[in-house]
T-cell receptor
Framework: DVKVTQSSRYLVKRTGEKVFLECVQD?????MFWYRQDPGLGLRLIYFSYDVKMKEKGDIPEGYSVSREKKERFSLILESASTNQTSMYLC?????????????FGAGSRLTVL | AQKVTQAQTEISVVEKEDVTLDCVYE???????LFWYKQPPSGELVFLIRRNSFDEQNEISGRYSWNFQKSTSSFNFTITASQVVDSAVYFCALSEARNNDMRFGAGTRLTVKP
């Protein structure tokens, strides 16, 4: 069964801490994505990556960075966590080529920043 | 960038009722793809259907049906004879052919009561 695995299901961090959210996929997918999900706002795209070492900003990249050193792994980094980054973070992956490809999602990482 | 609007935030129905979830989209591309995903209480988004912009034929899969109308930029989802297990948040999404980044609507929370 194909999988997208997010390393932490629940995290609690303090304001100002550096936070790493890890995502690994085993499907040899070219594309990987980070979304955040908030009530009433749906899923908003933070960053995505078409290939190793490549990244593109989504709609809400401020306060976040990403790293993709290997094809299967895509990390989301909060350099200095703030309370307004408390949210559910969803990682997804898809085949490359065109917008036709279906996204496969991980189970999500719920981050609370105190 | 493309945009998806799901105006219905929450819908509550009684089992066996039919229910329609609305989705309106905006894009400048002539080739694009529309999707519906389901997020059950367990949290992981599950793909339901994909349509491309050149195929306006309605689709039926069991109790689920989808109505795609380019004239009104809508891609609505109907559940016939709803069941308690249909309770979930449903997301409509759009990808443009030349891009791989998918945009989601705010989601509609459907509650089916016994």
């Amino acid at each position: 069964d194909v999988k997208v695995t997010q390393s932490s299901r629940y995290l609690v961090k303090r304001t100002g801490e550096k936070v790493f959210l890890e995502c690994v996929q085993d499907m040899d997918h070219e594309n990987m994505f980070w979304y955040r999900q908030d009530p009433g706002l749906g899923l908003r795209l933070i960053y995505f990556s078409y290939d190793v070492k490549m990244k593109e900003k989504g709609d809400i990249p401020e306060g976040y960075s990403v790293s993709r050193e290997k094809k299967e792994r895509f990390s989301l980094i909060l350099e200095s966590a703030s309370t307004n980054q408390t949210s559910m973070y969803l990682c997804a992956s898809s085949l490359g080529g065109s917008g036709a490809n279906v996204l496969t999602f991980g189970a999500g990482s719920r981050l609370t920043v105190l | 960038a493309q945009k998806v609007t799901q105006a219905q935030t929450e819908i509550s129905v009684v089992e066996k009722e039919d229910v329609t979830l609305d989705c309106v989209y905006e894009t400048r591309d002539t080739t694009y793809y529309l999707f519906w995903y389901k997020q059950p209480p367990s949290g992981e988004l599950v793909f339901l259907i994909r349509r491309n912009s050149f195929d306006e034929q309605n689709e039926i899969s069991g109790r689920y049906s989808w109505n795609f109308q380019k004239s009104t930029s809508s891609f609505n989802f109907t559940i016939t004879a709803s069941q308690v297990v249909d309770s979930a948040v449903y997301f409509c999404a759009l990808s443009e052919a030349r891009n791989n980044d998918m945009r989601f609507g705010a989601g509609t929370r459907l509650t089916v009561k016994p």
